[in-house]
């Protein structure tokens, strides 16, 4: 499986650590799907934008074991081996099938336009093959979770079950349960899911990645291949590693070089005391394909915080920074007037952005983020991901080689054209169905009046519900069941409302309304 469809050739190779997504008609031995990244580690662009917003408003609406204070270990005792660390944290990861409606390849040769076949059947020649029904097969995906509450809250990575129409959980005692997608946040690409228990299951506490050193033991569990769960060894390589946004758009892995494979994405990173300190996610392969000793896992305290944030709000609430910044190497350091490198240089300021009200301008280097100092751009944005919208922060920056201290109240940032993929997962009747919010610039794409209210449909599964009652692409959905939307927000709302019932939606198409009722599947 890829992140991203638009990697590009790199010798590093960035391996989302899922088994590719086999094609039960033809591809069942099909390992992994690797995609070629292109990493730039010289000059950085990126939108600073604070996330995580309401994560010290005290939300903590599902209990979680947390080791806020792990005592030493006694190494003598592990002298037979890590079993007792092992042990009591493999029945908390479990195995994750999801399963994708894709749109099948094209099998017809296209010869339909073909000039001479035109001439031979004149006006009775058949149609196109874009004119046809378009057909559709199942994908299928392994990857790995990790049980972080009896209730059933499953913790896994986003693109180990993205666009997943079945998700499936298979636990180390054999069972099996349907999973439910609580809500996803592909920024860290962590997603939250749930399965309906009776009784209470086995869960991992949670650590402080904070307290994380190098040279510190871990260990990797998880379904590597699909062969079954698996645990291996091996040391923090590095901390707050960050790729140039190549991996995820917030990035402050843990490395380490315990064995970590396609399957393993979504699996449990452990310390020495079997607490849950990461996520495992990615590898780098050097361009081999398989593991290599670079491996890397997502923090748990950010997890954590992201998690809350779903389960609570949703979705994450982010806050905005407005500038775009840049790497500091030595030679930019110099013409820059700084001894060394590091820092982020501001490369561009948006206007009545909070930067710009705070007086930040183009060729300022933010050195420091509320007394802490700031090596790279990777750090000022996830720190800043950390504190939430309407706070100050403190920024020291040198502009010109001379020193200056600003406070900066971040705003929240507004939701662009992202789908509403957690919020929508609430009605059957609209699975399939992504949308964005009206602006005046969409509506006049459309062809619509910059006056008129709803969210925009930028996409509908050809193979949903919602495509066969007629919803199409381009659509303008006003009202839910009889209640008008006016964003993404009041969207997932009144989907939510619908309980998974069918859903009476007022569409206005070009300019021109009607009603469409939809029945879930």
Do not use: C
């Not at 064995?259 to 996610?281: E, K, W």
């Amino acid at each position: 499986m890829k992140r991203s469809d638009d990697f590009e050739e790199h010798p590093w190779l960035i391996v989302p650590v899922v088994p590719g997504r086999e094609r039960t008609l033809r591809r069942w031995n099909i390992a992994m799907i690797s995609a070629l990244v292109f990493v730039v580690m010289g000059v950085f662009a990126m939108t600073i934008t604070p996330e995580l917003g309401h994560a010290s408003a005290g939300y903590h609406h599902v209990p979680l074991k947390v080791d806020e204070n792990p005592g030493p270990v006694n190494l003598a005792a592990l002298k037979n081996g890590y079993s007792s660390v092992i042990d009591p944290a493999l029945p908390a990861v479990v195995n994750i099938a999801s399963t994708k409606v894709v749109k099948a390849q094209e099998v017809v040769p296209d010869f339909f336009n073909d000039p001479l076949f035109r001439e031979f059947f004149g006006p009775h020649a058949p149609s196109e093959p874009s004119q046809r029904q378009p057909q559709t097969e199942r994908e299928h995906s392994l990857g790995s979770g990790v049980i972080v509450n009896p209730d059933g809250y499953i913790l896994t990575n986003n693109h180990a079950i993205e666009g997943a129409s079945d998700i499936e959980i298979f636990t180390q005692n054999k069972r099996k349960f349907r999973a439910k997608l609580i809500g996803t946040d592909p920024r860290t690409d962590v997603a939250v899911l749930k399965i309906d228990v009776t009784e209470k299951l086995p869960s991992l506490t949670l650590g402080d990645s904070s307290h994380l050193k190098v040279g510190d033991i871990v260990f990797a569990v998880g379904d590597p291949f699909g062969v079954g769960e698996t645990a291996t060894m091996g040391i923090v390589s590095a901390t707050g590693r960050g790729f140039g946004g190549a991996i995820e758009h917030y990035e402050d892995f843990i490395q380490t070089d315990a064995a970590i494979n396609p399957g393993n994405s979504g699996g449990a990173l452990l310390d020495i005391h079997g607490d849950l300190v990461g996520i495992n996610t990615a590898i780098i392969t050097g361009g081999g394909g398989g593991n290599a000793g670079v491996g890397v896992a997502i923090p748990i305290d950010m997890v954590r915080n992201v998690m809350e944030q779903i389960v609570d709000h949703g979705r994450v609430i982010r806050g905005q920074f407005g500038v775009t910044v840049q790497s500091v190497d030595a030679d930019m350091a110099k013409a820059f007037r700084l001894p060394q490198g590091g820092g982020a240089l501001v490369a561009e300021v948006a206007s009545r952005s909070p930067a710009a009200k705070a007086g930040i301008e183009r060729g300022d280097i933010i050195l420091e983020l509320n007394g802490q100092p700031v090596n790279e751009p990777d750090d000022l944005s996830v720190r800043v991901s950390e504190t939430a919208p309407g706070s100050t922060v403190h920024l020291k920056l040198s502009r010109n080689g001379q020193m200056r201290n600003v406070d900066v109240t971040l705003s929240e940032l507004p939701e662009k054209a992202e789908t509403a993929a957690p919020g929508e997962t609430n009605s059957n009747a609209l699975q399939g169905v992504h949308t964005r919010n009206l602006t005046p610039s969409v509506a006049e794409d459309l062809g619509i009046s910059t006056g008129t209210h709803g969210v925009a449909v930028i996409s509908v599964d050809p193979s949903s519900a919602a495509a066969a009652a007629g919803l199409d692409a381009s659509d303008v959905i006003q009202e839910v069941d009889r209640k008008p939307v006016h964003n993404v927000d009041g969207y997932r709302q009144a989907l939510a409302e619908a309980h998974g019932r069918s859903v009476l939606l007022l569409v206005d198409r070009g300019g021109s309304t009607h009603f469409l009722v939809i029945q879930p599947q």
